[in-house]
């Protein structure tokens, strides 16, 4: 990415169109829009067979920011996730964009709706050992919520949008209020495991079917809007009872570091039977069907045997 490149929302990519990056030339096919954000658009394209996802960034300042995160992220990283950042010519005018790992993947909320409650716990779990991952590198996730986070196949877990990551003991600066420790009057925004634990207990309370109250208690005004409520929240939830104290613990700020958070996940899954894979319902609806067709089958030739003999 170069200096002096003009941003705007404005500029389209359309399906079809090839953006050709100035410096690398590397080219790539516009499939589709996958999201829409504050920061810009990311689409899936395509480059000789592989697919990608490019970020088309509004701000250049941003979006160089973010690259240089995935930079440093990928130097421990046993697989890149940036594969490319360049500069396109679009009617005369330049404009940022990189491009990277596409994440094949649904929102924890989809994934769930599709494959059952079961999976929240191993998401949950999945998702805990990211961010720690992360922490271990020094950074803080910043901006966590649901829409940035992907789940494919056995509830494996990919943080997507590394646009409010952040060097531990910084202040941290993009983030959305739901998820914000600041905004909860539960401690500062400065970026620590802990700040990351109460946006994971925040994501954990919108997955267990809580998300309404959950808004409407947002809503309150500020001296209503505390940790303690947020902790009678989580008492009243069901689903988050097997993990109702971690939960507890990530709201409080009790953790020393991420570490600790991931052990006394795993620990509450095997205590409470919660531990291993759940079984996805497509399966349990194939093995139904299974079942009802060798009946059927069954039933079909005794009633052969009967009337021939
Ligand atoms: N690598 C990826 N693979 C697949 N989908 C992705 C990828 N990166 C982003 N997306 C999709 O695009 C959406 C928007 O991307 P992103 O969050 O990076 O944009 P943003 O402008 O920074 O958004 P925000 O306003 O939430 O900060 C994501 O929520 C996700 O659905």
């Given at each position: 990415m170069g200096f002096g490149v003009t941003t705007s929302s404005k500029a389209v990519l359309t399906e079809g169109l090839v953006v050709t990056g100035k410096w690398n030339k590397r080219s790539y096919r516009i499939e589709r829009l996958l999201g829409e954000g504050a920061n810009g658009k990311v689409f899936l394209v395509q480059s000789g067979k592989q697919s990608y996802a490019l970020k088309f960034g509004f701000d250049a300042l941003d979006l160089q920011m973010e690259v240089n995160v995935l930079r440093e992220l990928d130097k421990k990283?046993?697989?890149?996730?940036?594969?490319d950042a360049d500069d396109v010519e679009l009617n005369g005018s330049v404009y940022p964009f990189y491009v990277m790992t596409y994440v094949r993947g649904a929102t924890p909320e989809h994934y769930i709706r599709k494959?059952?409650?079961?999976w929240f716990f191993l998401i949950g779990l999945n998702l805990l050992r990211k961010l720690h991952a992360l922490h271990r590198q020094?950074?803080?996730?910043?901006?966590?919520?649901t829409d940035n986070v992907l789940v494919s196949g056995y509830g494996e877990v990919e943080l997507v949008d590394y646009g409010g990551v952040t060097a531990k003991g910084r202040s941290v600066k993009q983030f959305t209020e739901l998820y914000d420790r600041g905004y909860w009057n539960a401690?500062?925004?400065?970026?620590?495991?802990g700040y990351d634990l109460f946006g994971f207990a925040i994501v954990c309370l919108q997955l267990s079917g809580m998300g309404k109250k959950l808004q409407e208690l947002a809503k309150t005004l500020p001296q209503n809007r505390g940790p303690d409520e947020l902790l009678k929240l989580i008492g009243e939830s069901p689903s988050c009872r097997a993990v109702a104290d971690v939960l507890k613990k990530a709201i409080a700020g009790?953790?020393?570091?991420?570490a600790e958070a991931v052990a006394e996940w795993k620990r509450a899954m095997e205590k409470h039977g919660a531990a291993g894979y759940p079984r996805p319902v497509v399966s349990a609806l194939w093995i139904k069907t299974a079942f009802v067709a060798s009946i059927g089958l069954f039933a079909s030739t005794l009633y052969l045997y009967l009337i021939k003999g």
């Open positions: 990283s046993p697989s890149p996730f940036l594969r494959n059952g409650s079961d020094g950074y803080v996730f910043g901006d966590l919520k401690g500062e925004r400065r970026a620590d495991d009790r953790y020393a570091d991420s």
